[in-house]
């Protein structure tokens, strides 16, 4: 079955550092990715997606990098702020599927002031 | 917040009892999704709506629960006879549209204790 998969299950930076927080992925049916934050307490909140036939796409202070060859996945955050600290999910879609994500475990990101 | 509110925020309740959970998606967003998700765990897919239509439920979703949006708004989902191993956040999302595409915006989920 399909899987999506952290790299890392805990980061610690430096408040104005850059962060990078990585994913793989299993399945090269997946189509469309997506980052996820999630505060305690909160359900998670959409940062970005990428689609398959894209392989970078930028949004305010974040990127997200797409490497179909590796199946691999990762979420830049550039200047980190304390209110970034949060798990941060990745999640995909097979293709032909429009409706169910499939998560990751997540990494929990620490921003140090 | 999101714009999709669940109720209640916390649920204790004992083993053997019956839990029922209230979700109210983004008034104009046809597709409703509801999730399971265990501490340290990626949410898991239960189930999803596209308006009243329940079109596919996990093998997570036992015998024991039950999901409906019978108008194509708000949705509920029923746990009977609690064990557990169902204590967890369950999260609702709701998104629309008839193309591919389309975030789901996530509710503050449900958190059940069963003890």
């Known amino acids: 079955g399909e899987s999506v998969g952290l790299h890392l299950p805990t980061l610690s930076v430096q408040e104005g550092d850059n962060s990078i927080i990585n994913c793989a992925y299993s399945n090269s049916a997946s189509d469309y990715f997506i980052w996820y934050k999630q505060e305690s307490g909160k359900g998670p909140q959409f940062i970005i997606d990428?689609?398959?036939?894209?392989d970078k796409r930028q949004g305010q202070r974040v990127t997200v990098l797409l490497n179909k060859t590796v199946k691999h996945l990762s979420l830049q955050i550039a200047a980190t702020q304390p209110g970034d600290s949060a798990v941060y999910f990745c999640a995909d879609r097979f293709g032909g599927s429009n409706y169910k994500l499939t998560f990751g475990k997540g990494t929990l990101l620490t921003v140090n002031p | 917040d999101t714009g999709v509110s669940q109720d209640p925020r916390h649920k204790i309740t004992k083993r053997g009892q019956n839990v029922t959970f209230r979700c109210d998606p983004i008034s104009e967003h046809n597709r409703l999704y509801w999730y399971r998700q265990t501490l340290g765990q990626g949410p898991e897919f239960l189930t999803y709506f596209q308006n009243e239509a329940q079109l596919e439920k996990s093998r997570l979703l036992s015998d024991r629960f039950s999901a409906e949006r019978p108008k194509g708004s708000f949705s509920t989902l029923e746990i009977q006879r609690t064990e557990q191993g169902d204590s967890a956040m369950y999260l609702c999302?709701?998104?629309?549209?008839?193309?591919?595409?389309?975030?789901?915006?996530f509710g503050p989920g449900t958190r059940l204790t069963v003890l």
């Open positions: 999302a709701s998104s629309w549209g008839q193309v591919s595409y389309n975030e789901q915006f």
């Open positions: 990428i689609r398959s036939n894209m």
